[in-house]
């Protein structure tokens, strides 16, 4: 059964329809994230679930039951927001507690006690419960404004950049503990970022928006692999996928209706120009050499146009700049006049 | 032409040492990265040097010339901040003309210089616009083109994309070095971002608490890395290590982590027994059936192109592992790990000093070479 369940949502603010038909569902322990750049309504959906907006056409399901009209406080849902937003005057405990002191779900002492602590350890703090959160670090106390959204057991946890304000060593060290945490507690989760690598590493699934609409979801691989349109395609995948237009690959075979070819770094092969192999591929030369940290990425301009494509180098293969080499496209993506996916 | 070269320079603010040592020379036409965490004297050491801060000792040449305590506008430097700065009541033009304006160069030829500043930033469309409308990446290149429009011997950036968003800030790197590339200018390049520094710089110095710790090409300072700081500040993720005891001599090619042989870079020094560390990145462990040192799976992260792994060894240690993306591993799993034995490195867990090995004792020539010839 969905957790969560939105039916044909839309929002407009004045001009700008910044939901639009949207149609998502949630399963119980599941872990969505909403990708898209700023504008695309990531936000707006993550309120609009929450009850912080009501949605001009649609319905919000949570838990089997319509919240449409419902006032947030009545919805079952916590919200994370990108600043860590805790009582500054409260301890860790209190501020753990506090959700669960709420007149709307009284709770016997003993049981909040034991329900913080047990929050408390699956966040690792529970040495810190005493001390003011004031005394924390950053890192400490947005793990403490996680803590106090998972510690009621909402049926739906919304989190919205919640890892956005931390440096990134420490991005890195609590992308895995949410993850962690997430599936230890078997939290359904609605998570917003336009950060990739949050997407990729944390997801069960990844919903995409495009100016409101829903535009692919589906699992890190699935999108990644398999993209519904260049918009996508360009969502995902660092370097950032090459987009080619048709003219400039020469004899290339492609389906009839294509008009772009993507190509991420690491699905271009480089050859030698005077290799045996070399009358087949796509004749190239190398602009310069680009190290990020172990990846060695090569830019190349396409012989008999202007057009520039970065490619992964292998780590044994020496190039240089000023070398003729040939492409291969090994997995090629190739979209339509409108950005849309053609399949060979 | 214009070498800039730092010699013992140091700057202190009251009892607080800003910059303990900094000397190096960035060639004519070089694109050089000063890389640390805030607070390790990079700022600092690029105000002495544009002039905005005055050194408590040492010198500063530029072209051979002593400007140590020329001031700021007799330098002939431009200087582009992390917050653009540009005059919110000025059109695009009028901005990037400023310091012409200043100068008093002629209308006509302020006119010819600015379009072409305009053309090499393809910011052209919008010189007639007001500032305030702008994206910050546009902004970005307005206030880069004010800095350049005055052919300057040298330019100073400090952290110029950090106000900007991650996957833009890639794109601007790729812009900047290009421009670089079509302009040729001794730059001096501030950040924190290890990213922006492989991307862009020709050399790298990596400075913490004052010091230049290490400097280098980026390859150079990622694949040899002189201290456990730099090793563990570059790299995303961050370079593994694990801890062990041992007195290692000369022609050493194997060291002991707990119960299990590892295999490393051959030792080019003798070291006393005392608490080491075994540096490895994540892409060169590898998973193996056959080998002794076992490790837990915690996580995998998929990240399209590969997937990082996270493991805990019996000993406790986290590592992670940068693995393909058809290597099967699930939460739970228990795997062997090989590390490829050439891209070891050892390190001194006290002074956090590198171990001179086959690895990185060629590079260590040439830096002294770098820092004093």
């Avoid at chain 2, 919110?88 to 990037?96: C, D, E, G, S």
């Avoid at chain 2, 400090?158 to 794109?171: I, K, Q, V, Y």
């Avoid at chain 2, 730099?230 to 694990?242: K, S, T, Y």
């Avoid at chain 2, 060894?313 to 799993?333: C, E, M, P, S, W």
Wanted: proline share 5%.
């Amino acid at each position: 059964m969905a957790e969560l369940r939105l039916s044909a949502i839309g929002k407009r603010f004045g001009a700008v329809q910044a939901v639009q038909d949207l149609d998502l569902q949630v399963s119980s322990g599941d872990f969505i994230v909403l990708l898209g750049p700023s504008g695309a309504g990531k936000t707006t959906t993550l309120r609009l679930v929450a009850g912080l907006e009501s949605p001009d056409q649609g319905q919000v399901h949570i838990g089997g039951r319509d919240v449409t009209t419902l006032a947030p406080a009545l919805r079952n849902v916590t919200f994370v927001f990108q600043q860590y937003s805790l009582y500054p005057h409260l301890s860790v405990f209190e501020n753990l507690a506090f959700p669960l002191r709420s007149p709307l779900r009284r709770l016997p002492k003993g049981e909040i006690r034991h329900k913080v602590e047990e929050v408390a350890r699956l966040l690792r703090i529970e040495d810190k419960l005493q001390q003011p959160v004031t005394r924390l670090s950053g890192g400490q106390m947005q793990r403490v404004a996680i803590g106090r959204a998972l510690v009621r057991n909402p049926a739906v946890t919304l989190m919205d950049e919640p890892l956005s304000s931390l440096d990134a060593k420490l991005r890195d060290d609590l992308r895995l503990e949410l993850k962690r945490i997430q599936q230890e507690l078997g939290a359904t989760m609605l998570y917003v970022t336009h950060d990739q690598t949050e997407a990729m590493t944390m997801a069960t699934r990844i919903g995409v928006l495009e100016k409101g609409r829903l535009v692919q979801i589906g699992t890190p691989r699935q999108i990644y692999e398999d993209p519904v349109s260049s918009y996508v395609a360009s969502r995902l995948g660092s370097p950032r996928i090459n987009l080619v237009p048709r003219s400039a690959l020469g004899k290339t075979a492609a389906p009839p209706s294509a008009v772009t070819v993507g190509l991420r770094a690491e699905h271009v092969g480089m050859v030698g120009s005077d290799g045996a192999t070399a009358r087949e591929g796509l004749p190239a030369r190398v602009l310069r050499l680009e190290s990020l940290s172990d990846q060695r990425l090569a830019l190349l301009v396409l012989q008999g146009s202007e057009q520039e494509i970065a490619v992964a180098v292998p780590s044994d293969a020496i190039v240089l700049p000023g070398d003729e080499v040939r492409l291969q496209l090994r997995r090629p993506l190739w979209f339509d006049v409108g950005g849309q996916r053609v399949r060979a | 032409m214009a070498e800039i070269r730092l010699e013992n320079l140091q700057k202190r603010f009251g009892d607080f040492i800003a910059v303990r040592e900094a000397s190096f020379t960035v060639p004519d036409g070089e694109f050089f990265v000063l890389l640390g965490p805030s607070g390790c004297g990079k700022t600092t050491t690029l105000r002495m040097i544009a002039g905005l801060e005055l050194p408590t000792a040492g010198r500063i040449l530029l072209d051979g010339e002593d400007v140590t305590y020329r001031r700021a506008s007799h330098r002939d430097i431009g200087f582009v901040f992390q917050l653009f700065a540009l005059y919110p009541h000025m059109n695009v033009r009028r901005n990037i003309g400023f310091p012409l304006k200043c100068q008093g160069v002629p209308r006509a030829e302020t006119r010819r210089r600015v379009d072409e500043v305009a053309r090499l930033l393809q910011i052209e469309h919008l010189l007639e616009r007001s500032v305030s409308g702008l994206s910050g990446g546009d902004s970005q290149r307005v206030a880069l083109g004010r800095a350049i429009v005055r052919r300057a011997k040298a330019f100073m950036m400090d952290e110029p994309l950090g106000a900007l968003d991650t996957e833009f800030r890639h794109l601007m790197c790729v812009e900047l070095r290009k421009l670089h590339e079509r302009i040729h200018a001794t730059t001096v390049y501030v950040t924190h971002d290890q990213m922006e520094a492989m991307a862009m710089a020709d050399t790298i110095a990596v400075m913490n608490g004052g010091v230049v710790e290490q400097l280098g090409p980026p390859m150079e300072v990622y694949e040899r890395p002189a201290s456990v700081f730099v090793a563990d500040f570059i790299g995303a993720p961050a370079m593994n290590f694990l801890p062990f005891e041992a007195a290692l001599g000369r022609g050493a090619r194997a060291i002991r982590i707990g119960e299990v042989n590892v295999d490393v870079p051959e030792l080019q020094e003798d070291v006393s027994a005392r608490p080491l560390l075994c540096g490895v990145r994540p892409e060169h462990v590898r998973f193996a059936d056959d080998v002794l040192l076992r490790a837990r799976v915690l996580g995998v992260e998929y990240l399209g192109s590969c997937q990082i792994v996270t493991l805990a060894t019996a000993g406790g240690t986290t590592l992670r592992a940068k693995v393909g993306v058809n290597v099967k591993a699930a939460r739970g799993d228990h795997v062997g790990l090989r590390f490829d034995t050439a891209a070891v490195s050892l390190f001194d867990q006290a002074s956090g000093r590198a171990l001179r090995t086959a690895r990185n004792g060629f590079s260590r020539a040439m830096r002294k070479e770098a820092v004093h010839g």
